[in-house]
T-cell receptor, first 115, second 110 residues
Framework: GAVVSQHPSRVICKSGTSVKIECRSL??????MFWYRQFPKQSLMLMAT?????????EQGVEKDKFLINHASLTLSTLTVTSAHPEDSSFYIC???????????FGQGTRLTVV | KQEVTQIPAALSVPEGENLVLNCSFT??????LQWFRQDPGKGLTSLLL?????REQTSGRLNASLDKSSGRSTLYIAASQPGDSATYLC?????????FGKGTRLSVIA
């Protein structure tokens, strides 16, 4: 089956620093990638949708200057949390979809802790 | 705006019991519905995907049904095992990307 690899699985960073999370589709070309965030005991909430080679589309309430998304190739998308604060501590998970496909495949997620 | 609700929020059952998890959604104009399993601190594992034209899907001990008109889906787990303990998420896809419920946290006691 389709495999999506997300890295790192856990990261702890100091307040004010930036953190980059990578999402790779290993055996298919992901024309569309999605980034989600999940707070404890809450549902996954879509942050943004990115199409390869285009600017990401952000959901309402998500700061595009804080959460930088790059989808420069068909197998890699990155999410950079800039100037991280403790309230950004969360579980971030990506998913990837082939063009025309109906199913998206999920990465393993990244647990971000900002101290 | 699509909203997905899962009931119950948590469930604890003895090993061997059959159980049903419920999912409801407010907008019946969906393309598909998907059930996932999430282990603590881990990513999502897709269990079953039901297209809007389908009524149910089966995989091993799992059976998912979809009643699109009433906005409901159920996940049936037969002969539950301790290894089934996890959070089960329901998600629907319509004109927007997946919208998730908050999940049902299942504990199967040996």
């Amino acid at each position: 089956g389709a495999v999506v690899s997300q890295h790192p699985s856990r990261v702890i960073c100091k307040s004010g620093t930036s953190v980059k999370i990578e999402c790779r589709s290993l055996d298919f070309q992901a024309t569309t990638m999605f980034w989600y965030r999940q707070f404890p005991k809450q549902s996954l909430m879509l942050m943004a949708t990115s199409n390869e080679g285009s600017k990401a589309t952000y959901e309402q309430g998500v700061e595009k200057d804080k959460f930088l998304i790059n989808h420069a190739s068909l197998t890699l998308s990155t999410l950079t949390v800039t100037s991280a604060h403790p309230e950004d501590s969360s579980f971030y998970i990506c998913s990837a979809k082939q063009g025309g496909g109906t199913e998206a495949f999920f990465g393993q997620g990244t647990r971000l802790t900002v101290v | 705006k699509q909203e997905v609700t899962q009931i119950p929020a948590a469930l604890s059952v003895p090993e061997g019991e059959n159980l049903v998890l419920n999912c409801s959604f407010t907008d019946s104009a969906i393309y598909n519905l998907q059930w996932f399993r999430q282990d603590p601190g881990k990513g999502l594992t897709s269990l079953l995907l039901i297209q809007s034209s389908q009524r149910e899907q089966t995989s091993g001990r799992l059976n998912a049904s979809l009643d699109k008109s009433s906005g409901r889906s159920t996940l049936y787990i037969a002969a539950s095992q301790p290894g089934d303990s996890a959070t089960y998420l329901c998600a629907v896809r319509g004109n927007t990307p997946l919208v998730f419920g908050k999940g049902t946290r299942l504990s199967v006691i040996a």
